[in-house]
């Protein structure tokens, strides 16, 4: 699966060709104020995305993972533009959203949608399912009430859901996973090109997510679509991505093919979430935390590398100045294009890991520290 | 993990057919029909409405005219079933007629604010922070009068008269239903479903029609059938004071004014305008309750 | 917690101007020109230069608004038209003769609701919960000045223990059995609507709290029943004790029509007298007064309620 495209049939709507990422992300940036607002600035600025940049190409799925308040679902808001970047470009299809030359949020959303999480308020709790898929289609692309009915009961049947069942029923009627193949289908109504499935099967209990996440397969493969699947579970991520970004309180840390990140993580928080992956089999137990320290709080991150408080291999280069996100010269790619955020990582960083030549000798050391790990996803089979 | 891809794709487990869809509406509705209390005070209602519409075939005399030889003629007179008042009219006919001005200027107050405040409170729910500060504002200067005390001081100020007590009565429940409004509809615009709405790029105004309005009418519906009782107590007392509707008209609040020297002579005819309010309100209570608690518990039940 | 402090003063001084202002535009809502709505046509000359030089009410609006605001901040509420008695003496004494009908009903509001409330909360759907759920509704659906009168019939009319009206010989609080006998009827009237709303509200409250884990758990450490009830009611307090204040001030301001059964010399029916005599002066020191009373007891119930529950500090 990894570093194995499928050739994508050209959407009619596509202008940048098949080379072009259909989406390119470059140094995105959300602040909030805190709450010490009363007189003046803000006493405590919560840095929920701080230069976020990466590139999706066409028929990819990109899998976005970390832990709670990393600042991935405001990423996910901030590309629909439902909440407004401070900085940053986002460039859809070679297009600049925003931009006069470039695509209007609006039609950004017409080909760009989004799947909720499933809760009890993602659906309008007065309006029937098929009222709720066909609103799309009838307010924003004035379809006639029977066609957009029409349309809304094709899709049930797309998802998995009986037309002549489900379309007159209310979202109290219906269990978690019927939920949120409703949840699919209405983002499907607009037509996208793009989907974002922000923790799309993170409500679900185990079965019901297998049965989502094979339908979010087939369905990418019927509709050419391209994903960002957002996730803290990392076995659905790989399940399912093609290159992965991992985040650590507002920024990118490591990004690459999903094989390489989880066959051969690098940056040190990469490594302790794949040893956090409880392991089926009872005699590989872990006896110490993979992470120390506690979890990070994005309200006044620390300076530098915001990962060196619970880091092992934290030294004063890394409270200096923070690691650029960049291709690794030492690794022979994988997948290609594996980067990370490490001061570890770069020659002649001033970190004492940090080899001065091209040698892979440190990132051996940082590959045994893994193998002495619980590492329990080497086992399960890295590069199907 | 093999197991997912082992999976099959299938078709979501199915809801049992025959069942129809229950929607929100109707569910509420078959809990009130269940409710005997609201259901009870519903039909009093009812039949007080009848009867004040229908108050010329209701009537037994003319609630105008009064032969003052049989002034304050006690219960159950033959004839005069309620007695007779100060003037002579019989007190029945009198109630009966009485209820089209009380129920009259009792509902529209409500109505009224209840249109007013409810535009007002969505605009100030969906507007940015300055038109919210703005709207909220005026109704804090408002909310900071009693409600008793606004009403008697705009009436007071402007005259007395059935348009002078609606007018203030109208200008008294406006800001509780903005409030009320206004807190409904933040809530219900940070719910899930709206946002995926914004995201779907539907215009402003289908999304205030489709998704808030339909999620906020209920709780606003609940609220102004709650002040529907106060409205006609408060209309009354506006009466009461000289400060509603003029004599010689018809009206409950009035007649207990009217009636009050007769406490000594007569009193239990004196205290009847006071039980068709109590009654009236009291139903409108109820009926207010018994809607709450239809559509307070959580779906499905 | 300052900060909480100084955010609701700024709101509470912003709100009394607004008051200030409602309670001024009064007199310019009347239809028609002040000066011939506050004397006869035949009042003598002086009489209206007199008034007009007082009021103002050549010059423009903003200015009339800010020399009547200018003379309220130095305690001059102008002076009566009706008896020429200075409005803010009247006002001070009326208002005197108010509180002592409206703090006794609120203290009998507050105690008789709580207890009604909770008790019916404990006993969730027994026939007492259903019996006490009874008596709040009608509470909250009598008109409180019908029942002033059917309370002189039965116990002044027919049963002749009670007077009818009026406040007896004390002109103040009072100082005897007799005196006191004057009190009971209008302060049982005026609170009862009070003892209605406080009552739903607190059964309400106590009911939703002993619907959390916590009562139970208490009872599970082994605390007596006793101890458990009064872990409840310290959760209950903060909303109830701003539903307090609202029937505070509400006792305050709309006194008016139980003044009037009962013949009461208060602030109520000092409005009611300014009305119908046209006295304007009267009539906005009294709305002034009132309102800014009500809007200050607010901001008191905020703080207390802000000191009791520590959820609310900021």
């Known amino acids: 699966m990894s570093g194995v495209r499928a050739i994508v049939p050209l959407d009619r709507r596509d202008r940048g060709g098949p080379a072009q990422p259909l989406l390119l992300v470059r140094d995105l940036k959300k602040h909030f104020p805190g709450n010490g607002r009363l007189f003046g600035r803000a006493r405590e600025i919560v840095q929920a995305v701080d230069g976020v940049s990466f590139s999706l190409a066409k028929g990819a799925t990109l899998g976005v993972v970390g832990e709670s308040g990393c600042g991935k679902s405001t990423t996910a808001r901030l590309l629909l533009h439902l909440i407004e970047p401070d900085a940053g470009e986002i460039i859809f299809d070679g297009d600049g959203v925003g931009e006069p030359q470039g695509i209007s949020v609006r039609d950004l959303r017409l080909q760009m949608q989004m799947v909720f999480q499933d809760s009890y308020s993602s659906l309008n709790p007065r309006a029937t399912i098929a009222d709720i898929i066909a609103f799309g289609p009838r307010t924003v692309k004035h379809l006639r009430p029977d066609r957009a009915r029409e349309r809304a009961e094709r899709l049930l049947d797309q998802v998995g859901l009986r037309p002549s069942l489900f379309a007159r029923r209310y979202p109290h009627e219906l269990s978690g996973g019927q939920r949120q193949r409703v949840n699919i289908a209405r983002a499907l109504a607009l037509e996208p090109r793009l989907l974002i499935l922000d923790e799309a099967v993170s409500a679900l209990d185990k079965s019901v997510e297998a049965q989502i996440l094979n339908l979010l397969v087939e369905l990418r493969r019927e509709w050419a679509l391209t994903y960002i699947f957002i996730s803290h579970d990392l076995n659905v991520v790989r399940h399912i991505s093609d290159r992965v970004v991992v985040m650590y309180l507002g920024r990118i840390v490591e990004a690459g093919a999903a094989a390489a990140i989880f066959g051969r993580p690098l940056h040190p928080y990469t490594q302790a979430l794949l040893r956090a992956m409880p392991s089926m089999d009872p005699d590989r137990r872990s006896t110490e935390p993979p992470l120390s320290g506690d979890p990070p709080n994005p309200i006044n991150p620390p300076s530098g590398c915001r990962f060196r408080p619970r880091c092992a291999f934290a030294e004063e280069i890394c409270a200096h100045s923070s690691p650029k996100l960049e291709a690794s010269p030492r690794l022979d790619p994988i997948g290609g294009d594996h980067e990370v955020a490490c001061h570890m990582m770069v020659p002649g960083s001033g970190h004492s890991r940090a080899s001065a030549s091209a040698d892979g000798l440190r990132s051996r050391e940082a590959l045994s520290a893994l193998q002495a790990g619980e590492g329990g996803a080497r086992a399960e089979g890295v590069g199907r | ?301 | 917690m300052a900060r909480f402090l100084a955010a609701r003063l700024l709101h509470t001084v912003l709100i009394l101007f607004g008051v200030s202002v409602v309670a001024f535009g009064l007199i310019h809502m009347i239809p028609g020109n002040p000066l011939d709505i506050l004397l006869p046509p035949e009042a003598p000359k002086s009489l209206v230069d007199h008034l007009r030089a007082e009021f103002g009410f050549d010059r423009p609006l903003y200015v009339q608004y800010l020399a009547w605001l200018g003379r309220v901040f130095r305690g001059n509420l102008g002076t009566s038209i009706f008896t020429g008695r200075e409005v803010t003496r009247e006002l001070l004494r009326a208002l005197g003769n108010t509180l002592v009908i409206a703090v006794p009903a609120a203290v009998l509001a507050f105690g008789l609701g709580t207890t009604l409330g909770t008790v019916a909360a404990f006993n969730y759907g027994k026939p007492l919960d259903k019996l006490i759920s009874v008596l709040v509704i009608l509470g909250l659906s009598v008109p409180h000045y019908w029942l002033g009168i059917v309370l002189v019939i039965v116990f002044a009319v027919e049963w002749n223990v009670l007077p009818a009206a009026g406040m007896g010989g004390s002109g103040g609080l009072p100082t005897s059995w007799h005196d006191l006998s004057f009190l009971v009827l209008p302060v049982a009237t005026l609170s009862m609507i009070p003892i209605g709303v406080i009552g739903r509200m607190v059964r309400s409250t106590v009911l939703e709290i002993l619907g959390n884990d916590f009562p139970t758990a208490l009872r599970a450490k082994g605390l007596r029943s006793r101890h458990v009830v009064f872990h409840v009611l310290k959760n209950a307090a903060p909303p109830t004790v701003a539903v307090m204040g609202l029937q505070l001030g509400y006792l305050l301001g709309g006194s008016i029509l139980v003044e009037t059964v009962f013949n009461w010399p208060g602030s109520g029916q000092l409005m009611d007298l300014a009305i119908f005599r046209r006295d304007v002066p009267v009539l906005q020191g009294t709305v002034l007064v009132l309102a800014a009373f009500f809007v200050l007891i607010n901001l008191v119930v905020d703080i207390v309620q802000a000191l009791i529950d520590p959820r609310m500090r900021r």
Not at chain 2, 39 to 63: E, K, N, R, S, Y
Not at chain 2, 132 to 141: A, F, H, Y
Not at chain 2, 159 to 187: C, D, K, M
Not at chain 2, 188 to 215: G, M, T, Y
């Open chain 2, 1 to 301: 993990m093999a197991d997912i891809a082992a999976v099959q794709r299938i078709a979501a487990p199915e809801v049992a057919e025959g069942i129809a869809p229950r929607g929100y509406w109707r569910t509420v509705a078959g809990r009130v029909r269940r409710d005997r209390l609201t259901v009870t005070a519903g039909a009093i209602l009812l039949a007080i409405v009848l009867l004040a519409i229908f108050a010329p075939w209701a009537a037994t005399h003319d609630p105008l005219q009064g032969d003052i030889l049989h002034r304050l003629e006690p219960v159950g007179t033959p004839g005069h079933l309620l007695g007779t008042d100060e003037t002579g009219r019989d007190i029945w006919s009198r109630l009966v007629y009485g209820g089209r001005l009380s129920l009259f200027c009792g509902l529209s107050p409500v109505l009224l604010a209840t249109i007013i405040g409810g535009v007002l409170g969505l605009l100030a729910g969906m507007g940015g922070r300055l038109l919210n500060s703005l709207i909220m504002r005026i109704c804090d200067v408002f909310y900071a009068f009693p409600s008793v005390l606004l009403a008697i001081a705009i009436c007071g100020v402007i005259g007395a008269g059935i348009a002078n007590t609606i007018l203030s009565l109208t200008v008294v429940f406006i800001p509780p239903l903005v409030r009320v409004t206004e807190s409904l509809t933040r809530q219900v615009r940070s719910r899930d479903f709206v946002e995926a709405a914004r995201a779907s790029a539907a215009p402003l105004h289908a999304i205030i029609r489709h998704q808030i309005l339909p999620n906020v009418l209920g709780g606003m519906l609940v609220y102004a059938t709650s002040l529907v009782g106060i409205s006609i107590i408060l209309s009354a007392g506006l009466s009461f004071l000289g400060l509603g509707v003029t004599p010689p008209a018809a009206e409950w609040g009035l007649m207990l004014n009217a009636l009050r020297q007769a406490i000594f002579v007569e009193p239990t005819v004196a205290a009847l305008p006071g039980v068709a309010i109590v009654i009236t309100s009291l139903c409108f209570n109820l009926l207010s309750d018994g809607l709450r608690s239809a559509m307070d518990v959580k779906l499905p039940s």
